[in-house]
């Protein structure tokens, strides 16, 4: 079950059908979630993938946050957190524009931590960049008040 499949529905013409998978996709979700806790275990959910910080592919990003946050709204047995799985250090122009890349994916963190203002401590967010070489590009000039909370180790 990935909460990428989401985006499937989000793209989807509003009307019926819309409604109607956008209600299929949120019962596989609890039921999966509520098995899950019947057996002593907890769901997290995983989103990204490498361009998702580049323009005209961030709102993927919120799309999935947004779904996870409002379905923990809507639902008793809830999502334990979210993580965003995007390795932009993975797109072929990386290393022509990683200040650039670097830059947006730490806006992407900005914004999204903006998101959750107000949601429940028990639903965190990590975004972790697992490179160490990756964290060593990025500017000091690009550390903004939210990144270095996500990026344990990172910071001016």
């Known amino acids: 079950l990935s909460i990428d499949s989401y985006l499937d529905i989000y793209v989807m013409p509003e009307g019926e059908n819309k409604d109607k998978m956008d209600k299929q996709f949120d019962t596989v979700m609890s039921d999966f979630i509520t098995k899950a806790n019947e057996n002593g275990l907890t769901v997290d959910a995983e989103a990204g993938w ?33 993580q965003y799985d995007i390795e932009p250090y993975l797109l072929d122009y990386y290393k022509e524009d990683g200040k650039g890349i670097l830059g947006n994916f730490v806006n992407l963190v900005d914004e ?27 500017p000091h000039g690009l550390v903004t008040e939210h990144f270095p909370e996500h990026c344990p180790g990172f910071g001016p």
């Open 50 to 82: 490498r361009n998702w910080a580049e323009l005209g592919n961030s709102y993927k990003a919120f799309v999935t946050l947004n779904y996870a946050i409002e379905f923990n709204k809507r639902h008793d047995n809830k999502l334990r957190g979210f």
């Open 112 to 138: 999204s931590v903006g998101m959750r203002t107000g949601v429940s401590e028990l639903f965190h967010s990590e975004t972790l960049l697992e490179e160490p070489w990756e964290l060593e590009v990025v």
